[in-house]
């Protein structure tokens, strides 16, 4: 797995999407910090639409191609049809998987198997098939941001069993979103904060998600804007949040003084 964040965010008075995730690959044969995680999905508006995404690398190439498709044919994005459209690339993703579970196991079809399995196969392999339907869901989620067509930043959290969500100010998936989310919640983030604050809000939350195994300790950041333009924090400013990291963020736990005799007392009466 993996963290990646995606917050909304004002430069002097523009609208810009900060997109941040860690960098590191890995499988049964070992792991590397050299995978990026910021896909483009789409180019056929005014701003392109980006994607963030966890999961595994089969899944999340059968879902970008999926929302590719989709946003294509939807053609003019906005908050009308944004949900629908991605929507329809996750419900597409989830019945390639169900077809494969059933073409491999009965020799038909998904409708096929609905409409004649539970009268032409054994009940407990018709049962055992339904479990795993639903059980289905590939390991992938992704975070879809860009600009409506009137240049008004969205975010849309995803997940194959969960749907797709728009979120107000920042979204975060990955084993290590719950980590991210809560140093974001306690920075108090907001679309309104400054933007060099922002910026380094989402930094922090990054290191901080970095207490999860899979998160990897490289970091990849780049700001959207509302123009197409998507630039990149090079090793220089990455260098420079590192530096504001050591002196704000989190510090390494000392040696805690505590005297046991002055500050704890008893609050109940012996046992007999």
Not at 70 to 81: L, Q, V, Y
Not at 82 to 96: D, E, N
Not at 178 to 199: E, H, I, K, V, W
Request: negative net charge; contains cysteine; proline residues 3%.
């Amino acid at each position: 797995m993996t963290v990646c964040i995606a917050t909304i965010c004002y430069q002097n008075g523009e609208p810009r999407i900060i997109l941040c995730s860690d960098m590191k690959v890995s499988s049964s044969l070992g792991s590397a910090e050299t995978m990026l995680k910021n896909r483009l999905i789409y180019t056929g508006t005014t701003t392109p639409w980006h994607a963030l995404t966890a999961g595994t690398d089969t899944d999340i190439a059968a879902l970008l191609s999926a929302t590719r498709a989709a946003f294509k044919t939807a053609g003019r994005i906005d908050e009308t049809n944004i949900i629908p459209t991605v929507s329809s690339a996750l419900h597409r993703v989830k019945r390639q998987r169900v077809e494969q579970i059933v073409q491999s196991k009965f020799a038909m079809g998904y409708d096929e198997f609905l409409k004649t399995g539970k009268q032409s196969l054994p009940d407990d392999a018709f049962r055992m098939a339904i479990t795993e339907i639903d059980m289905a869901s590939p390991d992938v989620e992704f975070i879809v941001a860009g600009f409506e067509s009137d240049r008004f930043p969205i975010l849309i959290k995803t997940h194959v069993r969960d749907g797709a969500k728009i979120k107000e100010e920042f979204a975060c998936i990955g084993e290590g979103a719950y980590l991210a989310q809560a140093s974001l919640l306690n920075r108090g983030y907001s679309d309104m904060m400054p933007f060099n604050t922002a910026l380094y809000a989402v930094y922090e939350a990054k290191r901080f998600a970095e207490g999860a195994p899979s998160v990897g300790s490289a970091t990849s950041m780049a700001i959207a804007s509302m123009d197409g333009n998507l630039k990149l924090v090079n090793l220089t400013g990455i260098r420079a949040l590192r530096a504001l990291y050591d002196s704000l963020g989190r510090k390494p736990l000392a040696t805690i003084a505590f005297d046991e005799e002055s500050s704890l007392e008893a609050t109940g009466s012996k046992t007999e």
